[in-house]
């Protein structure tokens, strides 16, 4: 948590900034103390895109369980209508779109923590035009996640267990197998 100002694009800026004082008043716990590190250091995104992945990684395995638990042969799970497609050559068959895209969403995801790796994995210090480059992967996973919760906040909302089914499969063998 520490101010940036006064740091410029390489050494520090010619104007007369009192660096500690602004810091104080912009709420900063101190100063930079390494002009290059503050204008080419992008750890920090590379570390908050690299949890959205983490993030997406999860969204995405629990998105699988539950497109399994909705399948004929499991048939455990009954997801509403707003979350699924009826099926292109059976249209009795309701699909888990909305599920497959968020496990899908995944790969968008990591692929945006790799963008920003690969960015600044061969950059001199200082700042460097290449840098314009990390908005982008950024807010694409910050959204791309963001949505994604909020339709698995919505799904797990008002999915309904089947409980017969469940119920059904509690008697053949396998819950207390081991």
């Keep these: ?17 009192n660096r500690q004082r602004t810091a104080e008043l912009l709420g900063f716990e101190g100063v930079a103390r390494n ?9 920090f995104l590379i570390e908050f895109v690299g949890n959205l992945a983490q993030i997406a990684v999860h969204l995405s ?12 042969e499991f048939n455990l799970l009954q997801l509403r209508d ?23 969403k995944s790969a968008r995801v990591i692929a945006d923590c790799q963008q920003l790796f690969v ?3 061969g950059l001199p210090l200082a ?10 992967p950024v807010f694409d996973a910050y ?4 949505a994604c919760l909020e339709l698995c906040a919505a799904i797990v909302e008002t999915a309904e267990l089947k409980r017969e089914s469940i119920s ?3 008697e053949e063998g396998f819950l207390d197998a081991t």
Excluded: F, H
Excluded at 61 to 72: F, N
Excluded at 143 to 146: E, L, N, P, S
């Design 1 to 17: 948590n520490v101010s940036p100002l006064g740091c410029a694009a390489l050494a520090g800026s010619s104007l007369p900034l």
């Design 35 to 43: 002009s290059l590190d503050v204008s080419s250091d992008r750890d």
């Design 61 to 72: 395995s629990w998105a699988e369980e539950w497109i399994l638990w909705c399948t004929t």
């Design 82 to 104: 707003a979350y699924t497609t009826g099926s292109s050559i059976m249209p009795q068959k309701r699909n888990p779109d909305v599920l497959e895209l968020i496990r899908g």
């Design 119 to 121: 960015l600044a994995k």
């Design 127 to 136: 700042y460097n035009r290449d840098l314009q480059e990390d908005k982008l």
């Design 143 to 146: 959204d791309t996640v963001v």
């Design 168 to 170: 059904a499969r509690l």
